[in-house]
């Protein structure tokens, strides 16, 4: 009560009025406001305080559901004149529908990334902004009706944020997956691939050029819904098999036994190589292998080249490897020593002649530097 009379006497104050003065011009200016809404003097005043109550109540839950939000980690949206506003999922914008669908077919560069078990689409804001502010979001502006008009930066920023309150885009950054977890895996056995993020998802929507959002509007799902037809066709087909006209039945039993066939020549093939590995290791050391590139990483083709092939050993493979790369090397290095020799004997070098000896060159594995020296 004592905070409202010296706001009172402050007004009064300003308006070079005493206290008394300013209540009776407030109550006639109430007055004329009422007889022009038609009312009385109390009936006035009533509606006026509800409205100043329900303005209170609003804001009382308004202020409730920010509190509620942050607790859950519900994400919010940066409203005018920096207002948070919170994200509720519900319909989205018919505008925010027409803006993703357009943005989605244009060159954002987007990447590929992580976001809950699930690969998602990422783009940086500032490219998302360049195409709202481009000649060809107007040409789109002008052909549908639901796109909003965009005419600088600050329309360009608040018609991207129809994305995130529609949860059709959301602001993620770059996470570590074993995040509050008590163990880590270890380097050797994390596998991870080279510029996949693991994000998660911001609680607060900012819009800055150099922040990340990730789509969660996939698009016309036409392909989905296409796939899911074609299976569900192909499951009537074999269901309804019994249908069928006899030709085909006949000829779908043909094939389904060929087929068998060719399965159980394989496994048969398989044993009777293993059959002839185990017997040739004891009586022909190291083993002889029929087709030994048929489980290898290779081609259908190579699969079945050679024919057959001995037993290698990894080690000995290693080292044949390495050996045969050390006798090049050494090759070379002879080759060399006998030409720095050569060149050495061919005549008397000037100052600008370069000369090794083989010893230096054995060890250092280097070829010769020899300049020609020209006869005088």
């Not at 159980?264 to 290791?281: C, D, E, K, N, S």
């Amino acid at each position: 009560m004592a905070a409202m009379q010296q706001q009172l006497a402050m007004e009064a104050q300003k308006r070079g009025m005493t206290p008394q003065q300013f209540q009776q011009w407030q109550r006639q200016q109430i007055e004329n406001d009422a007889k022009k809404a038609g009312m009385t003097f109390e009936q006035y005043v009533n509606k006026l305080k509800q409205q100043a109550y329900e303005q209170h109540m609003a804001q009382q839950q308004q202020m409730a559901q920010q509190q509620a939000a942050q607790r859950s980690g519900q994400p919010q949206a940066q409203g005018q004149g920096g207002q948070q506003v919170p994200i509720t999922p519900g319909a989205p914008d018919p505008k925010a529908l027409a803006l993703a669908k357009w943005l989605r077919g244009q060159d954002l560069k987007t990447r590929t990334c992580i976001l809950n078990g699930q690969r998602k689409d990422m783009f940086r804001v500032k490219r998302a902004l360049r195409a709202l502010q481009s000649p060809a979001y107007k040409t789109a502006c002008s052909k549908n009706s639901l796109l909003p008009s965009v005419t600088d930066a600050t329309s360009a920023s608040e018609t991207f944020k129809l994305l995130p309150l529609s949860l059709l885009a959301l602001r993620v950054s770059k996470s570590d997956p074993h995040e509050g977890h008590n163990h880590g895996a270890s380097p050797k056995s994390q596998k991870r691939v080279k510029g996949l993020w693991t994000v998660k998802i911001e609680q607060q929507q900012d819009i800055s050029d150099e922040l990340h959002y990730v789509w969660l509007y996939e698009g016309p799902q036409w392909k989905t819904k296409l796939y899911a037809a074609g299976a569900l066709v192909l499951i009537m087909a074999v269901v309804m098999f019994p249908l069928w006209p006899m030709k085909l039945r006949i000829g779908v039993w043909y094939l389904s036994m060929g087929m068998l066939g060719l399965i159980g020549l394989f496994f048969a093939m398989a044993i009777f190589r293993a059959i002839l590995f185990a017997v040739t290791y004891f009586a022909v050391p190291p083993g002889l292998w029929l087709y030994p590139n048929l489980f290898e990483d290779v081609g259908f083709f190579d699969s079945f080249r050679p024919v057959w092939g001995w037993q290698e050993d990894k080690k000995k493979k290693g080292k044949k490897s390495k050996d045969g790369a050390a006798a090049g090397d050494s090759k070379k290095s002879s080759k060399a020593s006998e030409k720095a020799k050569a060149g050495g004997t061919a005549g008397t070098p000037n100052k600008g002649t370069a000369t090794a000896p083989a010893a230096s060159l054995k060890d250092r594995d280097l070829k010769a530097r020899i300049e020609e020296v020209e006869d005088d």
